[in-house]
């Protein structure tokens, strides 16, 4: 069956980076396009922008632009995500999701927490 | 961007109740339409896609209508595992936009 797994929750500070990974099973990894979506606590959801495994294209929000930086590992089917300059404003649940026109299915979700 | 306005941003009823989420789109998106429920620490799930197909293992009472641009999603009778946030989302243009949410609890 169709499994997106992410990477656990992250603490990190202010300033560093953080790297969040989306490992895909059960499906062919190149065929899909891979988003990423940001939610903050009580809040709803916002797009950051996807990668496309197929040909490493990849597509960012205005927002995010310079924020988020997408990459895909085709040989383990996972997908990573780079937050870097964070601040407590990227404080947020984040989730990968597998779209062709719909999000059909979506990993668990990983909280990162930025504060000093 | 195609903005999506949903209404209401919350909701408050009973069981077996019928409830009715709307979204708005900013422009012509025909079936292009997916409705999501998010239950309390979990992520997202599709209920209904093309507008009105419901997604697979999604139980009957739930619904979606177009009427022009306006999307409805309808809960026929409330049951308490329904409780959670609701999103629309467009799939016509890059990039896929969704609705506000609506949160619904029970009354």
């Known amino acids: 069956q169709v499994q997106l797994q992410q990477s656990g929750a992250e603490l990190a500070k202010p300033g560093t980076s953080v790297k969040l990974s989306c490992k895909a099973s059960?499906?062919?990894?190149?065929?899909?396009?891979i988003y990423w979506v940001k939610q903050r606590p009580g809040q709803g959801l916002e797009w950051i922008g996807y990668?496309?495994?197929?040909?490493?294209?990849?597509y960012y929000s205005e927002k995010f632009k310079g924020k988020a930086t997408f990459t895909a590992d085709t040989s383990s089917s996972t997908a990573y995500m780079l937050l870097g300059s964070l601040t407590p404003e990227d404080s947020a649940y984040y989730f990968c999701?597998?779209?062709?026109?719909?999000?059909?299915?979506w990993g668990q979700g990983v909280m990162v927490t930025v504060s000093s | 961007d195609i903005q999506m306005t949903q209404s209401p941003a919350s909701l408050s009823a009973s069981l077996e109740e019928i409830v009715t989420i709307t979204c708005q789109a900013s422009?012509?998106?025909?079936?292009?339409l997916a409705w999501y429920q998010q239950k309390p620490g979990k992520s997202p799930q599709l209920l209904i896609y093309?507008?009105?197909s419901l997604a697979d293992g999604v139980p009957s009472r739930f619904s979606g209508s177009r009427s022009g641009t306006q999307y409805s999603l309808k809960i026929s009778r409330l049951q308490v595992e329904d409780i959670g946030s609701y999103y629309c989302?467009?799939?016509?243009?890059?990039?896929?936009?969704f609705g506000g949410g609506t949160k619904l609890e029970l009354k």
């Open positions: 422009q012509d998106i025909g079936n292009w």
């Open positions: 059960g499906y062919t990894f190149t065929s899909y396009y």
């Open positions: 999701a597998r779209q062709r026109y719909y999000f059909d299915y």
């Open positions: 093309d507008a009105t």
């Open positions: 989302q467009q799939a016509h243009s890059n990039p896929p936009t």
């Open positions: 990668i496309y495994p197929g040909n490493g294209g990849t």
